[in-house]
């Protein structure tokens, strides 16, 4: 057999194996989890979800630096919240240049609902990232006022009316920590279909849904835009301080809450969405390129080891496919046309959750390529001391997750 035949029967082997073996990753049915009075279904239908045994006391806490452009259509679904107990909302204006602790004030006047807080807290310490800094100061703030949870989401993410009290519902029904969305991005542009569902589909990849939610879990993340936390359980796991130097910071503080012992779930949205536009390649590549060496501890090993799986597992069968059938291999041809069939079919089910035509699977190859190039730009940009910017911030050496 050729060289490319071997190359993509591995590749066909690898894929066999993340269908069947990695937690069933491609699968989109991990939702708000049911709950002994009610419970959370897919497709939008929230039927009986909102009861819950008693509705304990909440403080929002929205770190937001130059959120101007988003906030009127993120904040005001906040300000609107359906919730049966006492909540709050408190926005941390961290060192914004565009207004928008103005405007955030002014958006409350416009709108009414929940009472909010707008504070800043000065320019970050050295050895904080600037949104644990915020994070930092809103959760002190929102600690004096007893909550038993905490809701911590991004200014760029909007909530149905009834998504705090289906979040509340899930934690104190199960029992549970952490509980975490992963809010539905944005996707209008050509950019974002082509790049946006493979983002969710990766992250899925790397930490499958259903390995975190296990009663013995295998996996520990959480998706940053939207976390349900118990305040008891942050004070133990101490955090933000904890992983104050964390440029990934949903997986660290899923870490901390764990290592804290406790319980954690992560899913996917359906009354939690980004709002943030990416329309053209380069937002998404600043987006992906800030944090996807930290991902990799900053380690070039990893990132060697990286970049030869994604060329094994996404590149070589396309090629394989094409060349064999050029080239006279069968045996080359039929296993890349299964590696790429199967790679094809497990994004299928994540297309059809953002909504996007299924012609968009077999390019999943070509995004990866591009995921590739935003990864090594990641790693070059850190070497040259660039490291992890953000809206006018950089982090040379940022941590991606303190194991202490």
């Given at each position: 057999m050729s060289t490319l035949a071997w190359f993509a029967l591995g590749s066909s082997a690898v894929w066999g194996w993340l269908l069947l073996g990695q937690g069933f990753f491609w699968r989109t049915d991990q939702r708000l989890p049911s709950t002994a009075r009610g419970h959370a279904r897919g497709d939008g239908d929230t039927a009986g979800a909102e009861?819950?045994?008693?509705?304990?006391?909440?403080?929002?806490v929205v770190p937001a630096r130059d959120e101007a452009g988003v906030l009127p259509l993120s904040l005001p679904s906040?300000?609107?919240?359906?919730?049966?107990?006492v909540?709050?909302?408190?926005?941390?204006?961290?060192?914004?240049?565009?207004?928008?602790?103005?405007?955030a004030v002014e958006l409350a006047g416009r709108h009414g609902g929940l009472p909010l807080t707008v504070v800043s807290p000065g320019e970050p310490e050295r050895g904080w990232t600037g949104k644990l800094w915020a994070l930092r100061h809103g959760m002190a703030l929102a600690r004096a006022r007893g909550p038993e949870f905490l809701l911590l989401t991004d200014a760029d993410i909007a909530h149905e009316p009834d998504s705090l009290r289906l979040l509340v519902s899930a934690a104190v029904g199960n029992d549970l920590d952490l509980v975490s969305q992963m809010a539905r991005l944005r996707v209008a542009?050509?950019?974002?279909?082509?790049?946006?569902?493979?983002?969710?589909?990766?992250?899925?990849?790397?930490?499958?849904?259903?390995?975190?939610?296990?009663?013995?879990?295998?996996a520990t993340a959480a998706a940053g835009?939207?976390?349900?936390?118990?305040?008891?359980?942050?004070?133990?796991?101490?955090?933000?301080?904890?992983?104050?130097?964390?440029?990934?910071?949903?997986?660290?503080?899923?870490?901390?809450?764990?290592?804290?012992?406790?319980?954690i779930w992560l899913g996917l949205a359906e009354r939690v969405d980004s709002v943030r536009p990416y329309p053209g390649l380069g937002?998404?590549?600043?987006?992906?390129?800030?944090?996807?060496?930290?991902?990799?501890?900053?380690?070039?090993?990893?990132?060697?080891?990286t970049v030869a799986g994604l060329v094994l597992v996404y590149l070589v069968p396309p090629v394989a496919l094409v060349s064999g059938v050029l080239g006279g291999d069968p045996v080359a041809a039929w296993a890349g046309g299964a590696a790429w069939a199967v790679m094809a079919g497990t994004y299928v089910p994540m297309l059809r959750y953002y909504r996007q035509p299924l012609w968009l699977a077999p390019l999943?190859?070509?995004?990866?390529?591009?995921?590739?190039?935003?990864?090594?730009?990641?790693?070059?940009?850190?070497?040259?001391?660039?490291?992890?910017?953000?809206?006018?911030?950089?982090?040379?050496?940022?941590?991606t997750a303190p194991d202490r």
């Open positions: 009861t819950a045994p008693r509705w304990p006391r909440v403080v929002v906040l300000l609107a919240q359906d919730y049966p107990g909540v709050e909302v408190i926005l941390v204006d961290d060192g914004s240049t565009d207004g928008t602790g103005g405007l542009s050509p950019w974002e279909r082509l790049v946006v569902p493979a983002f969710v589909y990766f992250f899925a990849q790397l930490y499958p849904f259903r390995w975190i939610n296990r009663a013995r879990p295998l835009g939207c976390v349900l936390l118990r305040t008891e359980t942050a004070v133990a796991a101490d955090v933000p301080e904890a992983i104050r130097q964390a440029v990934i910071d949903d997986v660290s503080l899923a870490r901390a809450v764990r290592r804290a012992g406790g319980r937002e998404l590549w600043r987006m992906v390129a800030r944090s996807a060496y930290a991902q990799l501890r900053h380690n070039p090993l990893l990132l060697a080891g999943l190859p070509f995004t990866a390529f591009l995921y590739l190039l935003m990864t090594v730009d990641s790693a070059v940009r850190h070497h040259r001391g660039a490291g992890a910017a953000w809206k006018g911030r950089t982090y040379a050496r940022p941590e």
